[in-house]
């Protein structure tokens, strides 16, 4: 292997430990501090928009400190959801790039199935890590939620990977 494909593939593979080091992290959190910390982002969030608005005179009343948090509240286990999904959304897309750097970018079907078993395999190791957490639970539809994300991941990039080399196949764009 020559020095410019080890090189590629070593970038390739740090945002993957980045992003699976991030997940751990987080899956670390007991149950209160990420409830805490998640539900105290969306009503950050809510009191940023209602300001925004309340700038251009769109709303005429302010909820008060117990309606935001009520609605943080609210807001908080369906957001947590799509956060895992969008979570393993991007590990999927990072980790299908590295995989296609070791087969030249030829393979992506091979490189599909590949990056959705690592990613069910990741997804499950962190759910397994949950439950040593305090107050925490392995769940496996959050590993079934994460694999969506995952396989929307793969599909987007695919769509993009395909129409690419389709593109340069038809002489509509030029190679590079």
Same mark, same amino acid.
């Not at 590990?91 to 980790?95: D, P, R, S, V």
């Given at each position: 292997?020559?020095? @410019?494909k080890?090189?590629?593939i070593i970038?390739s593979l740090?945002?993957i430990?980045?992003?699976i080091?991030?997940?751990? !992290?987080l ?5 209160n501090?990420? $409830?805490s *910390?998640?539900t105290d982002i969306i009503g950050?969030f809510?009191e ?5 608005t309340?700038?251009y ?7 008060? !400190?117990n309606?935001?948090k009520?609605a943080?509240s609210l807001?908080?286990?369906p957001l947590r959801k799509? &956060?895992h999904a969008?979570?393993?959304f991007l590990? &999927?897309?990072?980790?299908i790039i590295?995989?296609n $750097?070791?087969? !030249?970018?030829?393979k992506y079907? @091979? ?7 690592a990613?069910?395999?990741? &997804?499950?190791l962190?759910e397994?890590?949950q /439950?040593?957490? &305090?107050g925490?639970t =392995?769940?496996?539809k959050d ?5 969506? =994300? *995952?396989?929307?991941g793969?599909?987007?990039? =695919? /769509?993009y990977?395909?129409a690419?080399r389709r ?6 764009k030029?190679?590079n």
């Open positions: 292997m020559d020095k @410019k080890i090189k590629k970038i740090i945002p430990i980045l992003v080091l991030m997940i751990f !992290k899956s670390s959190m007991n149950t501090n990420s $409830n *910390a998640s950050i809510i940023d928009t209602l300001n925004v309340n700038k005179n769109i709303t005429s009343s302010y909820p008060t !400190k309606k935001i009520r943080s807001l908080n286990p799509v &956060a969008s979570v393993y590990l &999927a897309i990072l980790i590295f995989v $750097n070791l087969y !030249k970018n030829n079907i @091979k490189s599909s199935i590949i990056t959705i078993i990613v069910f395999i990741l &997804a499950s962190d397994f890590h /439950t040593f957490v &305090a925490r =392995g769940q496996f590993v079934i939620i994460d694999c969506i =994300g *995952a396989l929307i793969i599909i987007i990039y =695919g /769509t990977y395909l690419y593109g340069i196949k038809r002489g509509l030029e190679k």
